[in-house]
C-alpha cells in the first residue's frame, strides 16, 4: 500500500498568519490532488499537480508538486476563518488512475 | 441541482441489521466509486464501478455488496451491521480517471 503522510495532523493559528501543510510519500505518483473538507460535507478538489516541480496558485493558496513526485506541499498566505477545514492530499498511480491514496488530513482552525 | 447525492444522510441502527445506502450523480460519469471515512478522517476506497462493472475492490468484507443498475447508480448494500461499520461512506463519481466529485456522505451508526 503506497502510504502518503500528511504533517501537521492539527494547525491552529490567528487570522492572517501563513501556514504551510505538507504531503509525503515514498512512491512517486503520477498527479497529486488537494481536496478541502468541511464539516458535514464531502471532499472539495482544490487542484491537481501532474508535472514534477510543479506550482499552481488559487488565490492565497499555493500548490507545490516535489520534483520526484513524491510529496506536496499547499501554503495558505493571510489565513482567513473561511480557510478552516480539513485538507487531504491524494495521490494517483497511473494516468487516468481511478484509484486515490489519501492522506490522513490536515485539520485547519484559523482563529478570527 | 446536487451532483452526486446520497440517501440518507444519517442512518442509524442496531448490530446484525441489513442496510443499504444509495447514490445518484447527474454529471453524465461513467465511473462511480465508495469510500469509508473513519472517525479519524482517515479516506479510504471500497468500491469503484466503471460503466458498471467493477473495477476496484479493496480489501472489504463481503458483507459489503455494491450494486450499479445503470451508469447513474451506484447502491451499497450492507449486510449483518457490525459496530465497527459506523463511519461516515462517501459516494464519488468521475469521468474515467479524471476529478472526482464527492457526495456529501451517508453517517452511518451501528449501536
Known amino acids: 500500500t503506497q502510504l502518503l503522510e500528511q504533517s501537521p495532523q492539527f494547525l491552529s493559528i490567528q487570522e492572517g498568519e501563513n501556514l504551510t501543510v505538507y504531503c509525503n510519500s515514498s512512491s512517486v505518483f503520477s498527479s497529486l490532488q488537494w481536496y478541502r473538507q468541511e464539516p458535514g460535507e464531502g471532499p472539495v478538489l482544490l487542484v491537481t499537480?501532474?508535472?514534477?516541480?510543479e506550482v499552481k496558485k488559487l488565490k492565497r493558496l499555493t500548490f507545490q508538486f516535489g520534483d520526484a513526485r513524491k510529496d506536496s506541499s499547499l501554503h495558505i498566505t493571510a489565513a482567513q476563518p473561511g480557510d478552516t477545514g480539513l485538507y487531504l492530499c491524494a495521490g494517483a498511480r497511473g494516468a487516468g488512475s481511478y484509484q486515490l491514496t489519501f492522506g490522513k488530513g490536515t485539520k485547519l482552525s484559523v482563529i478570527p | 441541482d446536487t451532483a452526486v447525492s446520497q440517501t440518507p444522510k444519517y442512518l442509524v441502527t442496531q448490530m446484525g441489521n441489513d442496510k443499504s445506502i444509495k447514490c445518484e450523480q447527474n454529471l453524465g460519469h461513467d465511473t462511480m466509486y465508495w469510500y469509508k471515512q473513519d472517525s479519524k478522517k482517515f479516506l479510504k476506497i471500497m468500491f469503484s464501478?466503471?460503466?458498471?462493472?467493477?473495477?476496484i475492490n479493496e480489501t472489504v468484507p463481503n458483507r459489503f455488496s455494491p450494486k450499479s443498475p445503470d451508469k447513474a447508480h451506484l447502491n451499497l448494500h450492507i449486510n449483518s451491521l457490525e459496530l465497527g461499520d459506523s463511519a461516515v461512506y462517501f459516494c464519488a463519481s468521475s469521468r474515467g480517471g479524471e476529478t472526482q466529485y464527492f457526495g456529501p456522505g451517508t453517517r452511518l451508526l451501528v449501536l
Open positions: 464501478y466503471n460503466n458498471k462493472e467493477l473495477i
Open positions: 499537480v501532474v508535472t514534477g516541480g
